[in-house]
C-alpha cells in the first residue's frame, strides 16, 4: 500500500523571519501615514487601567520593544526610523526567535521588569498566562476611544483574544483562519460542486476516492497536539467546545463526539493508503502538493504552500473555500497568531501605547497586508490594494471565514500545551478506528481534572 507520509512541505514566508524590504515608493507613502497616524496618537482621551497620558509629548523618550523573528518583525523595523523622526523617540528593538523569547518573558515578566515596554507575544498561547499574573496594561478605554484609530475595526475573533476578563490587554496584528483548500480539477471531473456543508463535504471525498484510489478523499493533521487547532473548526461548527460556560470540560457532549468521529472518519474512510498518525501541517500539506488528496482544512496562512509552483506539483489547480456549515453553521477559527501589548511595569507606558497604535494602524496594517501578512482589520480585506496579490477566492473565503470565526482554535487555559495532549486523544482514536466514545470519556475525565487544577 502507499503510505501518507511525504516530505515536509516548505514553510511559507509569514512562517519565518523573512526579511522583506520597502521600495522608496512604499516608505515615502508610509511617511505620511506615520505622521498622520502619530499626529493622531497626540489627541486627548482618557486612560485605562494603565495610566496612559495620550497628551504627554514623548520626544527623548526611549521605547524599549521585544519583538519575534518574523516578516511582520522585519517590516515593521525598516518603518520605525519615520515613527522616531515624527515623534522624536527612540525605539530599541530586541529580537529573538520564537522560544529564546518565551523563555525570555518567563523569567523577566515573572520578576516584575521594567525593561520591555512594548512586547510581541502570543495570545493562544500566553494571553491568559500574561494577563491573570498581572502582566499587561488594560489599554481598554484608550482602544475603544479612539474613533480615528478605531478599535472596532479589528476582527471580532482576534480581538476577543486579546482580552481578559472583560479588558482589552493586547492589539493583535498577525492572523489566520481555517480555510478548505481543495482541487479544481477533481471536482470538476467529477462534477460536484465546492461543498458548502460536511455532510457535502464528505460525500465529495467519498466520491473523488472512488474515481481515483491513489487519492485520499480528506488529508489532515493527524498529531494528537498538532490536530487540535484544525479539528476546532469541525468541533464548533457540530456545535460543541472545549470548556462550558460553567468552566467543566465540554469535550463529552454529544456535539463533541458527533465531531471527533467525524474527522476521524473523513481522514480514514476515503483512502486506501496507510495514514501517518504523528502528522502535523508539513507533512498533510505535502500529501495535498504531490496530487495525493482532494482537500485539506488547514490555515489559510500557509497559502502559498499550495500556490508555490516550486512546492506544490498542483499550484494550477488549487482552490480555496469558506469553511463548510455543520448542524452550528460554519464556525472555523478566526485567530490572532501574534500581537503587542504593553508591559504593566513598564515606566514608560504613554510612548509604548503611542508605538502599538502607530505600528497597528489602518495604514500600516494595509501595507504589511500587500507583503503578504495577514492582518486583523476588517477594513485591510476589504481594500483591493491591499489584497491584489492574494488569490481573489482565497480573500472571499476569508472574508466570510473572519465574520464566522471563533477567537480560538485550542483550549484557552494556562498550560496550554498539556490541554491539547488531553483533548487531542480521541483525535488519534478516532483516525485510527479504535473506540470513540470509551476515548472521549477517558479524555474528558482528565480534562475536567485538569481544569480545576489550571485554574488555581
Same mark, same amino acid.
Given at each position: 500500500?502507499?503510505?501518507?507520509?511525504?516530505?515536509?512541505?516548505?514553510?511559507?514566508?509569514?512562517?519565518?523571519?523573512?526579511?522583506?524590504?520597502?521600495?522608496?515608493?512604499?516608505?515615502?507613502?508610509?511617511?505620511?501615514?506615520?505622521?498622520?497616524?502619530?499626529?493622531?496618537?497626540?489627541?486627548?482621551?482618557?486612560?485605562?487601567?494603565?495610566?496612559?497620558?495620550?497628551? @504627554?509629548?514623548?520626544?527623548?523618550?526611549?521605547?524599549?520593544?521585544?519583538?519575534?523573528?518574523?516578516?511582520?518583525?522585519?517590516?515593521?523595523?525598516?518603518?520605525?526610523?519615520?515613527?522616531?523622526?515624527?515623534?522624536?523617540?527612540?525605539?530599541?528593538?530586541?529580537?529573538? !526567535?520564537?522560544?529564546? /523569547? +518565551?523563555?525570555?518573558?518567563?523569567?523577566?515578566?515573572? !520578576?516584575?521588569?521594567?525593561?520591555? &515596554?512594548?512586547? $510581541?507575544?502570543?495570545?493562544?498561547?500566553?494571553?491568559?498566562?500574561?494577563?491573570?499574573?498581572?502582566?499587561?496594561?488594560?489599554?481598554?478605554?484608550?482602544?475603544?476611544?479612539?474613533?480615528?484609530? #478605531?478599535?472596532?475595526?479589528?476582527?471580532?475573533?482576534?480581538?476577543? /483574544?486579546? =482580552?481578559?476578563?472583560?479588558?482589552?490587554?493586547?492589539?493583535? *496584528?498577525?492572523?489566520?483562519?481555517?480555510?478548505?483548500?481543495?482541487?479544481?480539477?477533481?471536482?470538476?471531473?467529477?462534477?460536484?460542486?465546492?461543498?458548502?456543508?460536511?455532510?457535502?463535504?464528505?460525500?465529495?471525498?467519498?466520491?473523488?476516492?472512488?474515481?481515483?484510489?491513489?487519492? @485520499?478523499?480528506? *488529508?489532515?493533521?493527524?498529531?494528537?497536539?498538532?490536530?487540535?487547532?484544525?479539528?476546532?473548526?469541525?468541533?464548533?461548527?457540530?456545535?460543541?467546545?472545549?470548556?462550558?460556560?460553567?468552566?467543566?470540560?465540554?469535550?463529552?457532549?454529544? #456535539? @463533541?463526539?458527533?465531531?471527533?468521529?467525524?474527522? %476521524?472518519?473523513?481522514?480514514?474512510?476515503?483512502?486506501?493508503?496507510? *495514514?501517518?498518525?504523528? $502528522?502535523?501541517?508539513?507533512?498533510?500539506?505535502?500529501?495535498?502538493?504531490?496530487?495525493?488528496?482532494?482537500?485539506?482544512?488547514?490555515?489559510? +496562512?500557509?497559502?502559498?504552500?499550495?500556490?508555490?509552483?516550486?512546492?506544490?506539483?498542483?499550484?494550477?489547480?488549487?482552490?480555496?473555500?469558506?469553511?463548510?456549515?455543520?448542524?452550528?453553521? =460554519?464556525?472555523?477559527?478566526?485567530?490572532?497568531?501574534?500581537?503587542?501589548?504593553?508591559?504593566?511595569?513598564?515606566?514608560?507606558?504613554?510612548? !509604548?501605547?503611542?508605538?502599538?497604535?502607530?505600528?497597528?494602524?489602518?495604514?500600516?496594517?494595509?501595507?504589511?497586508?500587500?507583503?503578504?501578512?495577514?492582518?486583523?482589520?476588517?477594513?485591510?480585506?476589504? &481594500?483591493? &490594494?491591499?489584497? !491584489?496579490?492574494?488569490?481573489?477566492?482565497?480573500?472571499?473565503?476569508?472574508?466570510?471565514?473572519?465574520?464566522? %470565526?471563533?477567537?480560538?482554535?485550542?483550549?484557552?487555559?494556562?498550560?496550554?500545551?498539556?490541554?491539547?495532549?488531553?483533548?487531542?486523544?480521541?483525535?488519534?482514536?478516532?483516525?485510527?478506528?479504535?473506540?470513540?466514545?470509551?476515548?472521549?470519556?477517558?479524555?474528558?475525565?482528565?480534562? &475536567?481534572?485538569?481544569?480545576?487544577?489550571?485554574?488555581?
Amino acid at each position: 500500500m502507499e503510505h501518507l507520509h511525504q516530505e515536509p512541505a516548505q514553510r511559507g514566508a509569514a512562517q519565518d523571519g523573512v526579511t522583506v524590504k520597502y521600495g522608496s515608493k512604499t516608505a515615502r507613502f508610509l511617511a505620511a501615514a506615520t505622521t498622520a497616524v502619530v499626529a493622531g496618537a497626540l489627541v486627548s482621551c482618557s486612560s485605562g487601567g494603565a495610566d496612559i497620558d495620550e497628551n @504627554a509629548g514623548i520626544e527623548g523618550e526611549t521605547i524599549r520593544v521585544t519583538l519575534a523573528n518574523h516578516v511582520w518583525t522585519e517590516t515593521i523595523k525598516e518603518l520605525i526610523p519615520e515613527f522616531e523622526e515624527e515623534t522624536g523617540a527612540k525605539v530599541e528593538i530586541s529580537q529573538l !526567535a520564537e522560544d529564546q /523569547l +518565551s523563555d525570555q518573558y518567563n523569567v523577566k515578566l515573572n !520578576a516584575g521588569t521594567d525593561e520591555i &515596554d512594548v512586547l $510581541m507575544y502570543r495570545p493562544l498561547q500566553e494571553n491568559k498566562l500574561f494577563a491573570s499574573n498581572g502582566y499587561l496594561s488594560d489599554i481598554t478605554e484608550l482602544a475603544e476611544g479612539d474613533e480615528e484609530w #478605531e478599535w472596532a475595526d479589528f476582527q471580532s475573533g482576534p480581538a476577543s /483574544l486579546t =482580552s481578559y476578563d472583560d479588558a482589552v490587554v493586547g492589539v493583535p *496584528i498577525i492572523t489566520e483562519r481555517t480555510v478548505l483548500y481543495y482541487r479544481k480539477d477533481l471536482l470538476e471531473e467529477a462534477g460536484l460542486e465546492v461543498p458548502t456543508t460536511l455532510d457535502e463535504l464528505d460525500a465529495a471525498a467519498a466520491a473523488i476516492h472512488e474515481l481515483h484510489p491513489d487519492v @485520499a478523499g480528506y *488529508i489532515g493533521r493527524t498529531g494528537k497536539s498538532a490536530a487540535v487547532t484544525q479539528f476546532s473548526a469541525f468541533l464548533y461548527s457540530f456545535g460543541g467546545q472545549w470548556i462550558n460556560d460553567d468552566g467543566t470540560s465540554g469535550i463529552g457532549s454529544d #456535539e @463533541a463526539r458527533a465531531a471527533y468521529q467525524y474527522y %476521524g472518519d473523513l481522514i480514514s474512510t476515503h483512502t486506501d493508503a496507510t *495514514i501517518n498518525p504523528e $502528522m502535523s501541517w508539513p507533512e498533510a500539506f505535502a500529501v495535498f502538493q504531490q496530487g495525493q488528496a482532494a482537500f485539506i482544512a488547514d490555515a489559510d +496562512s500557509l497559502y502559498k504552500n499550495m500556490t508555490d509552483e516550486t512546492q506544490s506539483t498542483v499550484s494550477e489547480q488549487v482552490g480555496f473555500a469558506p469553511f463548510p456549515e455543520g448542524d452550528a453553521g =460554519s464556525k472555523p477559527y478566526n485567530v490572532a497568531a501574534w500581537a503587542l501589548a504593553i508591559n504593566e511595569s513598564s515606566a514608560n507606558q504613554d510612548a !509604548a501605547w503611542q508605538f502599538i497604535k502607530w505600528a497597528t494602524s489602518k495604514e500600516i496594517t494595509l501595507e504589511m497586508s500587500k507583503l503578504g501578512v495577514m492582518g486583523a482589520r476588517s477594513s485591510v480585506w476589504d &481594500d483591493a &490594494d491591499a489584497t !491584489a496579490e492574494y488569490p481573489a477566492e482565497l480573500v472571499e473565503a476569508i472574508k466570510i471565514n473572519g465574520e464566522n %470565526g471563533e477567537g480560538q482554535d485550542r483550549p484557552l487555559v494556562i498550560q496550554v500545551a498539556k490541554a491539547r495532549e488531553m483533548v487531542g486523544e480521541p483525535i488519534v482514536e478516532a483516525i485510527a478506528g479504535g473506540d470513540v466514545d470509551g476515548a472521549v470519556d477517558s479524555a474528558n475525565k482528565k480534562f &475536567d481534572e485538569f481544569l480545576l487544577e489550571d485554574s488555581e
